[in-house]
């Protein structure tokens, strides 16, 4: 079940867009009721619930990012099953850079961009960490190899400002 489609809607719909559309299907079977009414309004509902309900995890998910809970971010994000989700894909790939995976967390990114091509939080992050790893590759190639614990770098640029630590 595909709960985009049932819905009629985008991937990267806002929770206000599923409320509307929801509402106005339900309506319209309710009007229009045959054999199949009780059917659709069920697997509408069901859609619904799964997108609600998604949309409440990543949130959840990325307050515990902010806060630095990597590690129950990460086990919330790996209970979910819908894994062709810009947002899960963002989400782990963020996750993975925090780990120091920079090139598996680039690869989440670029999956998420490709799953949700306009979103500039994307975009931003994707072109963050690509500037940060060349960065990195220089300084490495240039100075030589250095102690884990002498390196400082963080491959986000440090989180500040008012995104809640995200790239």
Not at 23 to 48: F, G, I, P
Request: charged fraction near 25%; include cysteine.
């Amino acid at each position: 079940m595909n709960p985009y489609e049932i819905l009629g809607i985008e991937e990267n719909a806002s929770e206000d867009e599923i409320k509307e559309k929801y509402q106005s299907l339900a309506e319209e079977y309710t009007l229009n009721q045959d054999e199949t009414t009780q059917e659709k309004l069920e697997e509408l509902n069901r859609a619904y619930d799964l997108l609600m309900n998604s949309k409440n995890i990543y949130a959840e998910i990325r307050k515990l990012i902010e806060i630095k809970n990597f590690p129950l971010a990460e086990s919330k994000l790996n209970m979910i099953n819908e894994r062709d989700n810009a947002e899960w894909n963002y989400l782990e790939g963020f996750i993975c850079v925090q780990k120091g995976w920079f090139e598996t967390g680039l690869n989440y990114i670029k999956k998420a961009l490709e799953l949700d091509p306009g979103n500039t939080e994307y975009i931003s992050s994707m072109n963050t960490l690509q500037a940060r790893i060349i960065e990195y590759a220089t300084k490495y190639a240039n100075q030589g190899v250095r102690p884990a614990a002498a390196n400082n770098m963080n491959a986000c640029g440090g989180g500040g400002g008012n995104n809640g630590g995200m790239c």
